[in-house]
């Protein structure tokens, strides 16, 4: 476990993966990414023959070519025509060849400073390689931190300037790794606004295939993280790699096949309007990047990395405590409320046992539509009937913890902050803005921003009990333009979100009882970045329990169950028109952390009285829920008509299947649960029948489900 060094090989070893590293003559050459090895032993002989055209750095020698090692980060410029990890403005050319200088071990992990990095831990040792480049005066420092409980290796980069003078990095990939020819196919978590974390798989093929985001976010339409897995690999079986990114901001991941049909990945900042100057002896630090490996499916994969957030990335106060259920008013009310409605709802939410009130935009300023008073975080009291702490000891009172929506990072043209700060906005000098939603985004490149955000947000937090927050980001970057100069400009995305990382940190160490969920518009700003400070994420706008299907789905791929807000809202659903059962509303908001977002007051009786009982159903079931292991039973793909998943925790489980459209004629599904005790005997709960543990994974739990559409099952087990 941890790091070894035999010879002139560095094993990097987590629980069920190991990283090899060869040290030949100052190149590093990755002998092996996957699963564990103690002791390697493989020859490199179909790397070291002459492949024409591959150029050759040592005169005399035709075998050995960048172009065809496989390495650990591109070496620019010297016969490797692949992707680079690095490109480095230097003199009058981007060339860089870095040399091994030294390696060293240190224990617990290394952070990247100012940006998201796994917390500190003793079972972890990190593995440094110091690189240089004596010509061009650079050097590159790699960190690599192996995890004895989990089977994932996290890295990053540090480039520093020895020289005298300044350079441009105008390429600065995170990780890159080279993996040997195969059939391989690449899975992305893509999407849209309202569908995130859709699931795309496709064959590698000779090319390069890659996703990206330049919207100042990460985005719905796609999440920063890559899984190449074998060709034929299922949710049970074949290999899997997942390289993710700790980083909310412009990135890029690729997966590059050659002309050898050798496979390169690499994730990263996205070089798209960006550049970083880099003083004499500055440095400048990349995001850190996750790998994350499993020899047994994808399934196994989605455990591992699910299991490392939960315990290395997610605020540690948070990331094993059980959440509460919430009733957020936005759905309820939107911007039409006042106190009166707002402890109605209230009232009616703590009779049925919810435990978290969530009032959402509309409380501050003149909010009183999304067009103006962003920027304004002055408490409205006309429409709250008062301070805010009134409307929050009201709740309180009614035994409900309280919580406020935020949106920190915007400003509208009509606000007193703009019209105090109106440089304070991202533009370019001259240009008129680009609107969306009407607003604009403050520059969080500018320290003064920063500093005005944390305090007028800190103001509200202390001054009032506040138990939660709910922090949103409801448009994308344009108009870059704040910087002194072009090259200022281009640094201008990564410093915002040095800036916003900053602002967060503040913020949530300050407030570390505050339990913080990330939203931009739902989960356009899902990622590992956000979750290192905001422990839960509002995983979509779309509330309607069948469009959820797919975007929970993909949201179980790589992230923990625990951070994933769902709710139960109105029928029919406000974004899709759908006309859903609330049985079935419930079931799926269950698979999640449980909210509900409608007005209960208006509710009929018997609604009513099924949201009693799910409230205290999910009371019961909720540890196995959010600190269970996830299995997925049956996928909804796209077009599927049924999907079906199980937690599995400390001898309880969960099963829950929904069926979209009624169907004639077809037997009835047959769900075979998987993580069970062969021998144990499980009750199940709803009807006091008994199983055994293999009766229920290998002969199966056959649903029956009356005709209709949107109807679904719900099924608790716990051993006797
Ligand atoms: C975004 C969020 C919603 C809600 C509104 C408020 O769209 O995703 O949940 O908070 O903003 O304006």
Not at 286 to 315: C, D, R, W
Not at 324 to 336: K, M, Q, R, S
Not at 603 to 609: G, I, R, V
């Amino acid at each position: 476990m941890g790091i070894i060094i035999k010879g002139n090989l560095f094993y990097i070893q987590s629980k069920e993966m190991s990283m090899i590293i060869e040290n030949r003559e100052g190149d590093l050459l990755l002998r092996h990414i996957g699963g564990k090895i103690a002791n390697y032993h493989g020859s490199n002989a179909i790397l070291e023959k002459d492949h024409a055209f591959s150029g050759n750095p040592t005169p005399d020698n035709r075998t050995f070519s960048y172009d065809t090692q496989r390495q650990i980060f591109g070496v620019h410029g010297f016969g490797d025509f692949r992707c680079p990890s690095l490109k480095i403005q230097h003199d009058n050319n981007e060339l860089t060849q870095f040399k091994l200088k030294d390696s060293h071990i240190l224990h617990g992990v290394v952070e990247a400073t100012g940006l998201p990095s796994p917390h500190s831990t003793e079972s972890a040792e990190t593995l440094v390689f110091v690189l240089e480049d004596e010509f061009a005066k650079l050097r590159l420092t790699l960190y690599y931190t192996a995890y004895a409980d989990c089977t994932s290796i996290s890295t990053f980069a540090k480039i520093s300037n020895l020289s005298d003078k300044a350079v441009v990095i105008n390429r600065a990939l995170s990780t890159m790794l080279d993996v040997p020819a195969s059939n391989y196919d690449v899975i992305t978590l893509q999407g849209a606004y309202a569908r995130e974390k859709t699931v795309r798989r496709q064959k590698v093929e000779q090319g390069i295939f890659s996703i990206a985001s330049n919207r100042g976010a990460s985005g719905h339409a796609q999440t920063p993280a890559m899984i190449l897995c074998d060709g034929t690999a299922t949710e049970e079986a074949g290999q899997a790699l997942a390289l993710q990114l700790l980083y909310s901001g412009n990135f890029q991941a690729f997966v590059q096949k050659n002309q050898l049909n050798e496979v390169r990945l690499g994730i990263g900042i996205n070089d798209d309007n960006f550049a970083w100057q880099l003083a004499a002896g500055d440095n400048f630090e990349t995001p850190v990047a996750l790998m994350t490996y499993s020899a047994k499916g994808l399934t196994h994969l989605s455990q591992e990395s699910q299991l490392f957030v939960q315990n290395h990335i997610m605020p540690k106060q948070f990331a094993h405590v059980e959440r509460p259920i919430l009733i957020n008013n936005w759905e309820a009310t939107y911007f039409d409320f006042k106190k009166e409605k707002l402890l109605d709802l209230a009232d009616e939410a703590s009779k049925l046992g919810i435990e978290l009130f969530v009032l959402d935009d509309g409380w501050f300023g003149n909010r009183f539509d999304d067009n103006r008073a962003l920027g304004d975080w002055v408490v409205n009291e006309e429409k709250l009937g008062g301070p805010l702490s009134d409307l929050i000891d009201k709740v309180h009172a009614k035994g409900l913890k309280f919580g406020l929506w935020f949106e920190p990072e915007m400003i509208s043209v009509d606000s007193d902050l703009y019209r105090a700060h109106p440089d304070w906005a991202i533009q370019a000098e001259g240009r008129a803005h680009t609107y969306s939603r009407n607003q604009l985004v403050l520059n969080l490149a500018n320290p003064d921003v920063v500093a005005y955000i944390k305090s007028a947000i800190d103001k509200i937090l202390t001054e009032n009990a506040i138990d939660y927050v709910k922090w949103d980001y409801n448009r994308n970057i344009t108009n870059i333009g704040n910087g002194d100069s072009a090259l200022a400009t281009k640094m201008q995305s990564h410093v915002y979100m040095l800036g916003l990382y900053d602002l967060v940190s503040y913020l949530t160490e300050k407030h570390s009882n505050i339990l913080f969920e990330s939203c931009s518009g739902g989960g356009g700003r899902n990622d590992l970045g956000m979750m290192r400070y905001f422990p839960q994420v509002w995983a979509s706008d779309n509330t309607d329990a069948i469009s959820r299907l797919p975007i929970q789905y993909g949201s179980s791929y790589l992230y923990p169950i625990i951070s994933m807000g769902s709710h139960v809202s109105a029928s029919p659903n406000h974004q899709m028109g759908r006309t859903t059962p609330i049985e079935t509303r419930g079931n799926v908001a269950m698979m999640g952390n449980l909210g509900y977002e409608l007005d209960l007051t208006s509710l009929p009786e018997s609604d009513k009285e099924v949201i009693a009982a799910q409230v205290a159903h999910y009371k019961d079931i909720r540890q196995v829920v959010q600190f269970g292991k996830h299995y997925r039973l049956i996928n909804p793909e796209q077009g599927a008509n049924e999907a079906a998943v199980q937690f599995v925790y400390e001898g309880k489980t969960v099963v829950t299947y929904v069926r979209t459209l009624s169907t004639i004629e077809t037997i009835e599904t047959t769900l075979k649960l998987k993580g069970l005790e062969e021998v144990a005997t499980y009750r199940l709960q709803e009807t006091g029948q008994v199983f055994s543990g293999a009766e229920l994974m290998y002969a199966g739990l056959t649903v029956t489900l009356p005709q209709g559409d949107y109807l679904s099952q719900q099924y608790y087990f716990v051993k006797q």
